[in-house]
């Protein structure tokens, strides 16, 4: 018998031992904002207690930009916490690239290592369901982040990514005047992400006749977004703004290197937009998808281990920068390069990491 089917037998039910129950309006109103809800009436999520230590392991997907880096930096900085580190005997990682295949081989080979919980961010919301069903059964608590899934087997962490796109696109047309041509620059393609984000900004645009878009992907990362803006621009293309899932830095760098005014842009968090922006003056609304989020789901991911309950879909705070909000130190940071992220932290949960910590870590 295969060791997977061993775990399986000897789980015996821990698949019907997690506990979907439904939350009062005020529950988790004494933890504050750290493990909200998603929405009034999210069910509840519990798991049988075990001792620590535990062994947990994240299973990323995409590590091709500056902010998945950073994630993994700062889920080995979480592990390593005093408070942290005694809870955990065994912490792994590894990242299968933007395929789903890959990544259900990489969980396969962590339920066969028999670790406690698996914190992923993943290639597809509905790819890997049934993979994540399995582990369950196997007695693994999964908890999905960032890049959420959708089966409720699995513990949900976000930010909510279709209010984040739908607050760009508000600003956008609130900048030009309801008309006018629009870059949208857009993520990873088929990610949750990228799903929510664009069909947040596309709740705001279908609603405005004298809006029109030009839509590209950046994948998150500034070499990438400079070069797909740069190749929209050269086609002939004016826009009078621009909305962004990321890579906002190597936006700007193409207006500015084609000579160009750089318009209004809604976009992420990369250190360089909101530099340029302090410098400059041309109007942002920046929100960022915090890379904290990995340490959050750790986080949760040991306290459901202890026997505590958490909703099954928990929804962190969006933290928006505008011009009048730019502050060197707090919200950008002089000599850290441009791509970087510069929401690093969950504070709401008192996770809170220094970004050249992070970057320095992350480079080293």
């Known amino acids: 018998m295969k060791r997977r089917d061993l775990l399986i037998q000897a789980a015996g039910g821990f698949g019907s031992a997690m506990l979907l129950g439904t939350l009062p309006s005020l529950a988790w109103a004494e933890g504050g904002k750290c493990y909200s809800p998603w929405k009034s009436g999210t069910p509840t999520f519990s798991w049988p207690k075990k001792k620590p230590p535990y062994r947990i392991a994240l299973s990323n997907s995409y590590i091709g930009n500056a902010w998945r880096s950073e994630m993994v930096t700062i889920a080995k900085m979480y592990a390593q916490r005093p408070d942290v580190k005694p809870l955990i005997e065994d912490f792994r990682l590894s990242s299968a690239g933007n395929d789903v295949n890959a990544q259900i081989a990489q969980i396969n080979q962590m339920i066969l290592g028999g670790v406690d919980a698996i914190v992923l961010d993943a290639a597809s919301p509905t790819g890997l369901n049934s993979t994540i069903e399995r582990a369950a059964s196997a007695g693994i ?168 309950k958490v909703p099954q879909s928990i929804q962190a705070p969006l933290n928006p920068v505008t011009n009048d909000d730019l502050e060197k130190g707090k919200n950008y940071f002089m000599g850290i390069p441009d791509s970087f992220f510069d929401e690093v932290g969950v504070p709401d949960c008192g996770l809170d990491f220094n970004a050249a910590e992070v970057y320095h870590a992350t480079t080293s």
């Not at 826009?239 to 084609?258: C, Y």
């Open 141 to 308: 608590l999964m908890v999905s982040f960032d890049n959420v899934v959708t089966t409720d087997k699995a513990i949900a962490i976000n930010q909510n990514q279709f209010e984040m796109g739908k607050r760009w696109a508000d600003f956008v047309v609130e900048q030009i005047g309801g008309k006018g041509h629009v870059l949208v620059v857009r993520g990873v393609a088929g990610t949750f992400v990228d799903q929510e984000r664009y069909k947040g900004g596309r709740s705001v645009f279908d609603q405005h006749s004298g809006i029109r878009t030009t839509e590209v992907y950046g994948n998150w990362d500034s070499g990438t977004a400079q070069k797909v803006t740069a190749n929209a621009i050269a086609a002939g293309a004016k826009f009078d703004a621009v909305w962004s899932e990321g890579g906002d830095s190597g936006v700007v760098n193409a207006f500015k290197q084609n000579g160009l005014k750089v318009p209004p842009i809604a976009g992420e968090a990369e250190n360089g937009f909101r530099i340029a922006a302090a410098k400059e003056g041309f109007p942002i609304l920046s929100i960022g998808q915090s890379a904290g989020l990995v340490a959050l789901s750790m986080k949760v991911a040991l306290s459901v281990l202890q026997g505590e």
